[in-house]
């Protein structure tokens, strides 16, 4: 049971860190990111880290995001600046980022025997 919950709370903090680096909206991004952090608070619970559990929910996902959606929506982020870059260099930035964490993994696995 404990597997399949780690499992759980790995891909939903997994799929909310895409979605932050992915969200429309910085606001979207900031809900992604919550969901992100209370997942790796279920994840210090499965690990029987219960404080570390309750500073990662009060400080983090309470206080931290608070003031990060408070600067959100004084900066007023109008223009969407991932409108200027071509479709072209959106798709080789990401295979360089994917091919280089590809490598990191592989070169990881490989000295670990």
Do not use: C
């Not at 969407?80 to 798709?91: E, P």
Request: hydrophobic share 65%; aromatic share 12%; glycine share 12%.
């Amino acid at each position: 049971m404990t597997d399949v919950l780690f499992i759980l709370f790995a891909v939903v903090a997994v799929g909310g860190g895409v979605g932050v680096v992915t969200g429309r909206s910085p606001v979207a991004s900031l809900l992604f990111m919550v969901a992100t952090l209370a997942s790796l608070a279920g994840i210090y619970v499965l690990f029987e880290a219960h404080f570390l559990a309750a500073i990662q929910v009060l400080v983090y996902a309470g206080a931290i995001m608070v003031l990060f959606l408070f600067v959100i929506m004084l900066l007023n982020l109008g223009h969407d600046y991932r409108a200027d870059l071509k479709y072209g260099s959106w798709f080789l930035l990401s295979l360089v980022v994917v091919g280089l964490t590809a490598g990191v993994l592989v070169q990881g696995l490989l000295d670990t025997g």
